[in-house]
T-cell receptor
Framework: GENVGLHLPTLSVQEGDNSIINCAYS??????FIWYKQESGKGPQFIIDIRSNMDKRQGQRVTVLLNKTVKHLSLQIAATQPGDSAVYFC?????????????FGQGTILTVHP | DAGITQSPRYKITETGRQVTLMCHQT?????MFWYRQDLGHGLRLIYYSAAADITDKGEVPDGYVVSRSKTENFPLTLESATRSQTSVYFC??????????FGPGTRLTVL
C-alpha cells in the first residue's frame, strides 16, 4: 500500500493464526466505522463496516469489534492466509454536515508468513 | 461489470500544466469522492459529490476543481499543477455515502 513506511504499525503472523488489528478513533460523535484492505499498487478494498448502535459484526473470516467507551475499533481475521498480507485502514464518520466524509487512520501493515 | 475505473493510471506532468484525472463508475451510485494518498498523511478527501451538479469541498480542496455533469463521471482537474500535488489519487463511489468503493488509483508525478 501507499502508506508503507517506517512509522506504520506492523503485525506479523504465521499462516493459520488469528490476527487482530487495532484502531483508535478520536471523534466521539462518530457513528459509523469501516475497514479497508489495501494491497500494494491497488485501491482500498471494502472489508466490513459497523454502526455505533452495534458492538460486534461478523463477516466471512472477519469480525469487527467496537468499544465506544474507549473509542477503540478492532478487526479480527480468522485463520490468516498469505493473501491477507496488506495494509489495513480503519475509517470513521460522524453524521450531520460530516456525513460521508470518512476520516482514515494511518493504517497497519499485516504480514502473513507461510 | 467494470465497477469503478480511473484514467490514466500513471501520469507525469510539469509544474504549471493543467491535468485532468478521470473517474467512471457503472453502479449508478449517487455519491462520488476524490482522495489523495500520501506517505505520512493517509487518505485525505479532496472533493465529493452527492449527485450530478452537486459538489462540496473535502479536507484538502485547494488547487483542485471538480465537476459532475453525469452521474457516472467525476473528473478531477489540477488547474496549475504543483510538485506538492504529486500523489496517488483515488476515486470512490457509494450509494449510501458511507460504504465507499474505490477505484484502482492514478499515480501522478509533477516535475
Amino acid at each position: 500500500g501507499e502508506n508503507v513506511g517506517l512509522h506504520l504499525p506492523t503485525l506479523s503472523v504465521q499462516e493459520g493464526d488469528n490476527s487482530i488489528i487495532n484502531c483508535a478513533y478520536s471523534n466521539s460523535a462518530s457513528d459509523y466505522f469501516i475497514w479497508y484492505k489495501q494491497e500494494s499498487g491497488k485501491g482500498p478494498q471494502f472489508i466490513i463496516d459497523i454502526r455505533s448502535n452495534m458492538d460486534k459484526r461478523q463477516g466471512q473470516r472477519v469480525t469487527v469489534l467496537l468499544n465506544k467507551t474507549v473509542k477503540h475499533l478492532s478487526l479480527q481475521i480468522a485463520a490468516t492466509q498469505p493473501g491477507d498480507s496488506a495494509v489495513y485502514f480503519c475509517a470513521e464518520n460522524a453524521g450531520g454536515t460530516s456525513y460521508g466524509k470518512l476520516t482514515f487512520g494511518q493504517g497497519t501493515i499485516l504480514t502473513v508468513h507461510p | 461489470d467494470a465497477g469503478i475505473t480511473q484514467s490514466p493510471r500513471y501520469k507525469i506532468t510539469e509544474t504549471g500544466r493543467q491535468v485532468t484525472l478521470m473517474c467512471h463508475q457503472t453502479w449508478s451510485h449517487s455519491y462520488m469522492f476524490w482522495y489523495r494518498q500520501d506517505l505520512g498523511h493517509g487518505l485525505r478527501l479532496i472533493y465529493y459529490s452527492a449527485a450530478a451538479d452537486i459538489t462540496d469541498k473535502g479536507e484538502v480542496p485547494d488547487g483542485y476543481v471538480v465537476s459532475r455533469s453525469k452521474t457516472e463521471n467525476f473528473p478531477l482537474t489540477l488547474e496549475s499543477a504543483t510538485r506538492s500535488q504529486t500523489s496517488v489519487y483515488f476515486c470512490a463511489s457509494s450509494e449510501s455515502a458511507r460504504r465507499q468503493f474505490f477505484g484502482p488509483g492514478t499515480r501522478l508525478t509533477v516535475l
